[in-house]
Nanobody, 124 residues
């Protein structure tokens, strides 16, 4: 089992920045690819970013490319999502997830473990 706990959400004005954290406990953290997803009200959960177990490979949704950065610290068992130039359309509940490999973690239905989510609200 892997337990994931997100933090760092909040209310920010458009153009601002937030950094989300996801602390993991349980099995060996570096064995898992990690991803961030988000879900806005009445919308489906969507992929945001993913990172390989070692941290060398990253993927981003087109909507966040150039604005968001995913990173991880395998000593501290934490994955981060740095969000810059935030837009009102980034408003959502953000979830971190873990999966066995990078290919699986980019699809929410393939992820094995989920956090409880953290709310991000961007005001215009």
């Amino acid at each position: 089992q892997v337990q994931l706990v997100e933090s760092g959400g909040g209310l920010v004005q458009a153009g601002g920045s937030l950094r989300l954290s996801c602390a993991a406990s349980g099995r060996t953290f570096s064995n898992y690819a990690m991803g961030w997803f988000r879900q806005a009200p009445e919308k489906e959960r969507e992929f945001v970013a993913a990172i390989s177990g070692g941290g060398a490979i990253t993927y981003y949704a087109d909507s966040v490319k150039g604005r968001f950065t995913i990173s991880r610290n395998n000593v501290e068992n934490t994955v981060y999502l740095q969000m810059n130039s935030l837009k009102p359309e980034d408003t959502a509940v953000y979830y971190c997830a873990a999966a066995a490999n990078l290919g699986r973690v980019r699809a929410w239905f393939n992820c094995d473990y989920w956090g409880q989510g953290t709310q991000v609200t961007v005001s215009s």
